[in-house]
């Protein structure tokens, strides 16, 4: 048995990530409502303790996981240190003296407590004094009601609002006005707004090397001019080579030898997260660190199903989410960039294995798992685990990430 798991980011008004919610099932089957609550919180926080580690999964923020009155009852939010975890309240719990007594004593112990997809019903005042957060959900809540729990909860300001299925920019200024502290969804993950933007020297310089990586047939001369008439392109792939990741046992001196050492797929790689990088500047670093997630899961899912495009899956996970860090339509950024074919219709057109692979691991960042559960099948991939290839896609980005950051 191995467990699925997903992982959702909750930012704040900066953008900047503020904790994750985990999404914890035991197999694509038991889905909400076909399991027992409790069952489901018991299995989430035996993954968090047992089979994953709630720190590879969080990156050290806090998590929201969410407990059904029986396991409040049964202290399995006190199975994780306070620090590490927010107490989720689901919203079938009823509100009651039993409900209000574990959360008193959960708050006396340290834990931020926060209520999932709330209902404003009078009888949650008496539960306010010992309240961290709000979740709202913008999907369930008309406009006018939410106004009505902003301004009921104004004499409460220890208590902060969570605006989640945030899906547009829009929806995040409005909450954003109205005093929401922290916001949930993929409207980070959809431009902003559609504008022309031109591609710096720097960027194209890089949009050419990644043309000229795409190619079957690598041009080696062709692509250590490239480097060698940018300094700074130049200094960060050498800084790259010769980082901890590669264990080299001597130190990589020249543009060849990097790009020799690395090899024609990592050489992609290291190419398509610092373009992504570069563009993506004003960008939460969560945005990129989903591509490189994706980039990752889905060439792991090409390995596992045998496919030869191992280099395009990357690359297509890596570009997926290009059109929000460019603030463009994904159609007007394809035209500028020289990608494969095969990359730009599972982009623009969802369309073909490479698509599959991308949709499959939407799916799962998502805790849809009817969709994966089926795209799992269509793709002949239901023997491999593929919790454990998501699950090595999100350290390997966290470990890019550092790499990166170290070549700033």
Request: glycine letters at 4%.
């Given at each position: 048995?191995y467990f699925y798991a997903a992982r959702q980011p909750i930012l704040n008004v900066e953008?900047?990530?503020?904790?994750?919610?985990?999404?914890?099932?035991?197999?694509?089957?038991?889905?909400?409502?076909?399991?027992?609550?409790?069952?489901?919180?018991?299995?989430?926080?035996?993954?968090?303790?047992?089979?994953?580690?709630?720190?590879?999964?969080?990156?050290?923020?806090?998590?929201?996981?969410?407990?059904?009155?029986?396991?409040?009852?049964?202290?399995?939010?006190?199975?994780?240190?306070?620090?590490?975890?927010?107490?989720?309240?689901?919203?079938?719990?009823?509100?009651?003296?039993?409900?209000?007594?574990?959360?008193?004593?959960?708050?006396?112990?340290?834990?931020?407590?926060?209520?999932?997809?709330?209902?404003?019903?009078?009888?949650?005042?008496?539960?306010?004094?010992?309240?961290?957060?709000?979740?709202?959900?913008?999907?369930?809540?008309?406009?006018?009601?939410?106004?009505?729990?902003?301004?009921?909860?104004?004499?409460?300001?220890?208590?902060?609002?969570?605006?989640?299925?945030?899906?547009?920019?829009?929806?995040?200024?409005?909450?954003?006005?109205?005093?929401?502290?922290?916001?949930?969804?993929?409207?980070?993950?959809?431009?902003?707004?559609?504008?022309?933007?031109?591609?710096?020297?720097?960027?194209?310089?890089?949009?050419?090397?990644?043309?000229?990586?795409?190619?079957?047939?690598?041009?080696?001369?062709?692509?250590?001019?490239?480097?060698?008439?940018?300094?700074?392109?130049?200094?960060?792939?050498?800084?790259?080579?010769?980082?901890?990741?590669?264990?080299?046992?001597?130190?990589?001196?020249?543009?060849?030898?990097?790009?020799?050492?690395?090899?024609?797929?990592?050489?992609?790689?290291?190419?398509?997260?610092?373009?992504?990088?570069?563009?993506?500047?004003?960008?939460?670093?969560?945005?990129?660190?989903?591509?490189?997630?994706?980039?990752?899961?889905?060439?792991?899912?090409?390995?596992?199903?045998?496919?030869?495009?191992?280099?395009?899956?990357?690359?297509?996970?890596?570009m997926s989410l290009i059109d929000a860090i460019l603030d463009e339509s994904i159609e007007?950024?394809?035209?500028?960039?020289?990608?494969?074919?095969?990359?730009?219709q599972a982009l623009i057109n969802n369309e073909g294995k490479l698509a599959e692979f991308?949709?499959?691991?939407?799916?799962?960042?998502?805790?849809?798992?009817?969709?994966?559960?089926?795209?799992?099948?269509?793709?002949?991939?239901?023997?491999?685990?593929?919790?454990?290839?998501?699950?090595?896609?999100?350290?390997?980005?966290?470990?890019?990430?550092?790499?990166?950051?170290?070549?700033?």
């Open positions: 048995m953008k900047e990530l503020y904790a994750y919610e985990l999404l914890f099932r035991d197999g694509v089957d038991n889905v909400f409502p076909e399991i027992d609550g409790d069952l489901a919180t018991s299995r989430i926080v035996e993954g968090a303790q047992i089979n994953f580690g709630l720190q590879d999964l969080t990156d050290n923020k806090p998590a929201f996981i969410n407990f059904t009155l029986d396991t409040i009852v049964k202290k399995y939010p006190t199975m994780m240190a306070p620090e590490s975890l927010v107490v989720e309240i689901l919203e079938t719990v009823q509100p009651g003296k039993r409900l209000l007594a574990e959360v008193q004593k959960l708050k006396e112990l340290g834990y931020t407590l926060a209520l999932d997809d709330y209902e404003h019903k009078p009888v949650w005042r008496h539960f306010f004094p010992y309240i961290d957060l709000i979740k709202v959900d913008l999907r369930e809540t008309e406009r006018d009601q939410v106004e009505v729990i902003v301004k009921d909860l104004a004499s409460y300001p220890k208590i902060a609002l969570l605006a989640e299925k945030v899906e547009t920019l829009e929806e995040f200024e409005w909450c954003k006005s109205l005093g929401f502290k922290y916001f949930q969804g993929f409207f980070f993950s959809k431009p902003e707004m559609v504008k022309t933007k031109n591609l710096s020297p720097a960027q194209m310089t890089l949009a050419e090397l990644l043309y000229e990586t795409s190619n079957e047939d690598v041009n080696l001369p062709k692509i250590t001019q490239i480097f060698e008439r940018d300094i700074n392109l130049s200094y960060k792939l050498l800084r790259y080579a010769n980082s901890a990741a590669f264990n080299r046992v001597s130190e990589i001196a020249t543009i060849k030898q990097a790009i020799i050492s690395l090899g024609h797929l990592e050489l992609k790689k290291f190419l398509s997260l610092l373009f992504s990088a570069q563009v993506g500047d004003s960008k939460p670093d969560e945005l990129l660190k989903m591509s490189m997630i994706r980039a990752r899961f889905c060439e792991q899912l090409a390995i596992a199903e045998g496919s030869q495009d191992i280099g395009k899956a990357f690359l297509t996970g890596m007007k950024v394809m035209e500028q960039l020289p990608l494969a074919a095969e990359i730009k991308l949709s499959l691991a939407k799916a799962f960042e998502r805790g849809n798992w009817s969709q994966e559960s089926n795209l799992e099948k269509e793709l002949n991939l239901q023997a491999v685990e593929i919790p454990a290839l998501y699950t090595e896609a999100l350290n390997w980005a966290d470990e890019q990430m550092d790499v990166l950051h170290a070549t700033e």
